[in-house]
């Protein structure tokens, strides 16, 4: 069984970058797809973007396109989260996600917390103005 652990959260001041890992644990990492979420405080969990099982295919949240890239490294099982230019709004608990159902689409995929199979367990990114 797979399990996944979040990095590399922090303070940034608005216009910075971080860029968060998520390792896995266990084997047949390659075999899921992966996403991040985040939630910030009072807010609904929300999809940031994703990532196909080779790295070939990305989603994003339209508020993070062209800011945020998702990248996977299958051979060190981590994918990465790369934020450039962060705003205050993006403060939030970042968490990423697994699935290897292979009955739908990428997207589906991440679409219902029903069919998300693995959660990490967050790592905090505040942006101050």
């Known amino acids: 069984q797979v399990q996944l652990a979040e990095s590399g959260g922090g303070l940034v001041q608005a216009g910075g970058s971080l860029r968060l890992a998520c390792t896995a644990s266990g084997r047949s990492f390659s075999n899921y797809s992966m996403a991040w979420f985040r939630q910030a405080p009072g807010k609904e969990r929300e999809f940031v973007g994703c990532i196909n099982w080779g790295g070939s295919t990305t989603y994003y949240m339209n508020s993070v396109k062209g800011r945020f890239t998702i990248s996977r490294d299958n051979a060190k099982n981590t994918v990465y989260l790369q934020m450039d230019n962060l705003k205050p709004e993006d403060t939030a608990v970042y968490y990423c996600?697994?699935?290897?159902?292979?009955?739908?689409?990428?997207?589906?995929?991440?679409?219902?917390?029903?069919?998300?199979?693995?959660w990490g367990q967050g790592t905090l990114v505040t942006v101050s103005s």
């Open positions: 996600a697994g699935n290897s159902r292979t009955d739908m689409g990428l997207l589906m995929l991440f679409a219902r917390d029903s069919h998300v199979e693995l």
